[in-house]
């Protein structure tokens, strides 16, 4: 990169070419004052502080947009530019409501601090001012303020929202001195503004604030940097603490999401500080839960189990662990599963979301993970997402989609059944009827097979099955494809051609293509299509499955699963069995053991009669709850370890107060494969306690003592086991975390996959034949209904169904319907409906909207209340036992007809 | 007797009843054989409605036609062949017989507004007739891009839009830079107050300006063009709208110009009314969708423009006179003007002046003979004060400095701008500290707000000349707002508010004592400021008739009939109706 040398202040400075004059007197350390500049933001060059002289020029430039020239002559400190600048913070101030008494950003204010260094006090003002300044703020959205009166028009927040975020959604208003900034025609909440608060962060001065006051000066508040307890992304927060109280939540300006945050992220985290919290253990005692020690508790569930296993053997026995809670403590869960009790007998929810990811991917390549990173996905040219609502699952990646699309213009395809909001910025979009995933992929290979498109090279060195895989995928032309899954033949051939072609193709999926009875076939096609084309293995082109919870990875990765050890190392393997044996000192099992959806099955036939779960909440979660609550009510012996009151836990003979993830330390594996820290936040509330303590205590209860003074000790131990974790020390992960694979304490982490080679040597090419849904509409359950999530909630809305400004965006349950069949049925927007499937019913308020085809219904599945769950099909992928809750046959009736209550 | 009647068509001539006027003649033509047509602007707007009878290359101007008087001058000149001479204003062709405003139209130069008033623009055979597309056939079938840009920069043309920079020179920067994708843009966003010459270009020659953009598109390498044009200007929309549709019938658009292999179009988009999309990038970003808020440059618009495309934008007036310079030659347009600003330009004469209007005359003719000669004076024969040229951009030029020649070079010496050509004339009642106020609270108002000193910086010296109009100015007050306005200029992101300050500016220069009088002796001399005058009776005029009594709203004045009465200035609200009520003039303001 060339270096030019400028003059700057009457000095020398060698500077990089091409950079503008503020940046290079911020290279060369001179501070130049700016409000409307963010090095994140493109130049908007309006404040007009950053003002300087340069030589040959009559007037002042403003520094921030002048790009640097050799031999420019720079002076940022003369009396002209010291008075043209005191004059622009004089002016601000004298149309500012100069509030910082009971301003919330005192102490952070940019103006604040520009006035005081100018020492403008009312007394040195030149200007008097607007007499009636002052207004009223705009407080129509539930989470943030907009107060007009302190806005200094930087515009830093109309940029942030289009630039940052992709959204765009909030613009400058009215001429002059009435200029505002507004989401809508009247007010804020006109707009399609979702909460994110990427604005406030950006904004320097007060106008923009956290609607719910804090209450807490800046300088008053601790701030701990950890991890967010939500979503696979891993975004960074920067927790804010006064008191022993969570008072605000900044986005941290690291990898993975540099300062976002979606509105989970920056304002659902109220949770923590719910006087619900559980704080005492509780045992059932004449069907009542109530409080206990924690000896008795644990004393409880240890007797218990071991009556149970010495009965009818450790089988007998079975564990949920939590994808929402950290990799030691699931470590942990597992082995005491393994050891403690003798069972593989453990699995956790990402049974329920990406199992089958893990099984295809492990066949296709060898490891099943998201194969390239986030940052990378910004600079793909062409990205396709299937079966995944990134804006609303993942909405700090839906940003970067965003992003990729609108400042880099890479090209969108979008294969979705319903209309997501991703729509909005794609080149194109596929509708395609339900469960048909394997026949539109299968016709693209086609096409491009066809067509000459694919990677013969690639497919030739770095890939076997090529010609068994056409035998399969030559039948599926585009015409046929078009009747299977109406997507039309044209629309096909032409996203097979832009993803083919584009120099960095990557794809994104998520439920939509996992959660199916074909769900590894589905996977295993996705896997097809990426390496005939050699869209894998480089930067910003892979395959990426992106994890649901924000420890699903992790949970993994450590091994809580009933067929494998940490590391994905088979529990069948001798070799591997003998190494844990080894190691944990004790026997293990060598059978594969239940999972999540076979362990509720098997409590049905007294196969199972003890169930350990930490951290989840399956009475809402899983499919079919008619089925899983008669389980969980049958079930001999149910220990539930948790941070609230869940509708599991209230089925439990022993709960244990659990601290939540912003009262412990440990490690989240995020959807890129990112080991990151988690903090001690907070310290837990009452009697709780971090899981792995917990575990810990249990475990010796058991007769397997476990003894870890930190969970940085239960890390190490990991590493020695977990080949891909080999090199993960807590001690690495404070600034960026690190992507496993990491083999040793000095690899400095994979940033992508398969790079030349694959995990299991060359990938397979599995061919792969279309197989409808398990269960297809007919005449008495005429709809297809998918389930899913939306942004405002998360799972099954344990935390954030406690966050008031949450709910306030989405207090309830819902079922979207195409109008023509709203019409149909009578149905009107807001009025209620029943849905009927095989297993259950439930009624909820009707959204009439184009986003869904007509003759299918969504309804998304984190309200208890109209538990979409009650309605899913329990059925199984044969070989990740995924059940497919995407897909079930339904049907809707309107409230009060004739048709209800059979 | 193929005698024609034109009608002067005309925002100008519409307001003033040239819809009565046309209606009434269509009326009684019919069967005469004579034809009535319809024009646009002939420039006398101060006589509108104007129609005109042609009859074997005579054409005699009537001014301030009414129905009636239509009705008179058809069956007298139309019908009887003599003309109504006591209405006639101009005479073309016609020996012997002078209209009352020869002087107007004498010393002006015509190649701008050549067809105004004359064809109808409506019309695209008429327009041809005149010439009109010749320059295109010329330009596109026996010049290359190079020629036509090298005979541009010959002749010297500058931009008409204020700025004055080389025409030329700016499509040679275009021309440089690679498409395939080039826009020409023609800002028709006219909007300072009391200009109209682009739109009366617009209205009476629409057709001169699309063939001014064609010619640009073929020299530069443009494959599409938009006419920002505000939409306040409906009729120059529907002109336009009509010229474009037969210029592409007739395959002066799309694909295939002449057989010359250019393909160009273009579209009209309407401006919602902000003054800011005058200026350049605001209006790419109007045209984009965007809120029209000025962009930072570089990248300069030749380069990076609408759409991030290489794009040339030039206003209504400078693509008017390319089609007239590629016919008649650079030199021929060289010859006009002064050495460095060469041609003509138009300018729509304003404020106190007799002759309101619009005039075309060669660069270098002095405020005074534009005011005097051309404009006639100025009204009811009161004291020439000023003139403020360039709108809210530009500045006053006070009737001291009225030889000052009026070109490029000149005007800027003395604080103002030369500006797109509006001129207002200020006479002895007007306040030099009002006008400035007047005319900041304009620019003010307009603001997009992007950049703090236009946003606020103006707003706080809006604030101060609101105080000193009100008599509560001080003397720090004039510093201060000379220093602010230097900062203003010097570091505002666009040309709107690096000239909001002119005329504050240039009235201070001026006019200083008008502000001291403000400000120590509370008095408006001009007698304008009505917080600084008192309403008094001369008693030597007053007859004591009572109407002044009788029509005061608050019971101010009282007297004995017969007799001078007295106004009680606590109770006075200043509202003037005294004023206009009494028949004596003995109501004094002061």
New interface residues.
Partial sequence: MPFITINIDGREHTVQEGVTVLEACKSAGIPIPALCYHPKLR???????C?VEVEGWK??Q?AC?T?ITPNMVVRTDTPRVR??RR??VD??L??HDCDCLVCEAAGRCELQKLAYEYGLDRRSR?????EDYVSMPDESSPVLRYDRSKC??C?RCIRACGEIQGKGVI??V??????SVSGGIVEWSDSKCDGCGECIQLCPTGALSVKARIGVRDWDVRKVRTSCAYCGVGCQLEMWVHEGRLVKVDGADVVPNYGSTCVKGRFGHDFVNSAERLKTPMVRRNGMLVPASWDEAIGRIASELERIKNSHGPDSIAGLASARVSNEENYLFQKMMRAAVGTNNVDHCARLCHASTVAGLAAAFGSGAMTNSIAELEHASCILVTGSNTTETHPVIGTIIRRAVREHGAKLIVVDPRRIDLVDNATLWLRQRNGTDVAWINGMMNVIITENFHDKAFIAERTEGFDELWEVVRQFTPERVEEITTIPAGLLREAARIYATSPASSIIYSMGITQHVTGTDNVLSVANLAMITGQIGKPSSGVNPLRGQNNVQGACDVGALPNVFPGYQKVTDPAVLEKFEKAWGRDLSSRNGLTVVEIMNEIEKNGIRGLVIMGENPMVSDPNLAHVEKALQNVEFLAVMDIFMSETAAMADVVLPAASFAEKEGTFTNTERRVILLREVLPPPGEALPDWKIICRLSGALGYPMNYSSAAEIMEEIAALTPIYAGIRHSRLFSEGVQWPCPDPTHPGTRFLHKDRFSRGLGKLHPVDFIPPDELPDDQYPFILSTGRILYHYHTGTMTRRVGALNEYAPGGFMEIHPADALRLDLENGGRARVTTRRGSIETEVRVTGRVAEGSVFIPFHFVEAAANRLTNDALDPVAKIPELKVAACRVDRIGTAMGGS | MNRKVVVGMGTCGLSAGAQAVYDRLRELSEGSGCEVSVTGCIGMCFREPVVEVRSEGRRTVYGDVSAERAAEIWRRHVLGGEPVTEWIIKTFGEEGVAGSEEKFLAKQRRIVLRNCGVIDPESIDEYEAAGGYSALRKALLEMSPAQIIEEVKASGLRGRGGAGFPTGMKWSFAAGNPGPVKYIVCNADEGDPGAFMDRSVLESDPHSVLEGMIIAARAIGGTAGYIYCRAEYPLAIKRLTIAIEAARNRGYLGRNILGSGLDFDLKIKQGAG?FVCGEETALFASIEGE?G?PR?R?PFPAEKGLWQKPTNNNNVETYANVPWIITNGAAAFASVGTEKSRGTKVFALAGRVAKGGLAEVPMGMTINELVFDVGGGIKEGRAFKAVQMGGPSGGCIPAAMGDTPVDFESIPRTGAIMGSGGMVVLDETTCMVEMARFFLEFT??????????C??????ML?ILERITRGEGTPEDIP?LE??AV?I?????CGLGQTAPNPVLTTIRYFRDEYEAHIRDRRCPAGSCLALVTFSIDGAKCVGCGLCAKNCPVGAIAGEKGKPHLIDTSKCVKCGRCISSCNFGAILRS
């Fill in positions: 130049l908007a060059g309006n404040c007009r502080l003002v007037t002042l403003p947009v790009p008075s043209a004059t622009i002016l601000l004298a149309s030149s200007f008097i001012g607007d200094i028009n515009t613009a400058a009215n001429r002059s001195r009435d200029v | 902000a809120r808020m930072i570089p003010q108002n307009e603001s997009c707000g992007k950049c703090t000193f946003r606020i910086g103006t707003l706080r604030e201060r220093d602010l900062k200029k010097e570091a505002s992101l």
